[in-house]
């Protein structure tokens, strides 16, 4: 019930296009829903994070779509970027932002 | 930097030995957190530390002691490591409202 289960594992994109993780959630009391993107050696960094209220949230290149009643959220980069390559977490929380359950993490890379 | 800095970034230790990690944070933020990240799992959150008070202990072995002396830093002692505790040690911290996590850097933990 705890757990966020995220996919694809890795993600081959060529410079330009979409790229979209999703994610997929049990527990209808998770209230907050982060992504973070961790580039090699770095800790992760949020990058966008959106509430069950709003069916989608955009900040430049990078959307979230939720949908609540599948349970389900997904992250979507479009104009992908060399410099977009990266590992991204999707996370959910109870009552904010503390205690965060993880996603698996999803390898991007975007080619040239 | 992110505003939180975490000392050593990379350490190698014996079995046998005793070390300490150290975080430190001046975000003026409330909570303190130590997840652990391994290959191909999520983040699992080990410690959460609400203004000083440890409110999570997510059933972590003994041989990891966190101590948190101010809300501005954190420490996660360890002793009679077993190769498995090989992993990247991530530090994060939260404002009380809305914010999420900034995370540091971590430390790159081998166990030998």
């Known amino acids: 019930q705890q757990q966020v289960k995220q996919s694809p594992q890795s993600l081959i994109v060529q410079k330009g296009g979409i790229s979209i993780i999703n994610c997929a959630y049990e527990n209808t009391a998770f209230d907050y829903f982060p992504w973070y993107q961790q580039f090699p050696g770095k800790g992760p960094a949020l990058l966008i994070a959106?509430?069950?209220?709003?069916s989608e949230k955009k900040e430049g290149r990078f959307t979230i779509s939720f949908n609540k009643s599948a349970k389900q959220f997904s992250l979507h980069i479009m104009d992908s970027q060399p410099g977009d390559s990266a590992t991204y977490f999707c996370a959910a929380s109870i009552g904010g932002f503390q205690k965060l359950v993880f996603g698996t993490g999803t390898r991007l890379l975007v080619s040239p | 930097e992110t505003g939180v800095t975490q000392t050593p970034r990379h350490l190698v230790m014996g079995m046998t030995n005793k070390k300490s990690l150290k975080c430190e944070q001046h975000?003026?933020?409330?909570?303190m957190y130590w997840y652990k990240q391994s290959a191909k799992k999520p983040l699992e959150l080990m410690f959460v530390?609400?203004?000083?008070?440890?409110?999570e202990n997510n059933s972590v072995p003994s041989r990891f002691s966190p101590e948190c002396p101010n809300s501005s830093h954190l420490f996660l002692h360890l002793h009679t490591l077993q190769p498995e505790d090989s992993a990247l040690y991530l530090c994060?911290?939260?404002?009380?409202?809305?914010?999420?996590?900034?995370f540091g850097s971590g430390t790159r933990l081998t166990v030998v």
């Open positions: 975000l003026g933020h409330n909570a």
């Open positions: 959106i509430r069950p209220d709003v």
């Open positions: 530390y609400n203004f000083k008070e440890q409110t």
């Open positions: 994060a911290s939260s404002p009380k409202q809305e914010g999420g996590y900034t």
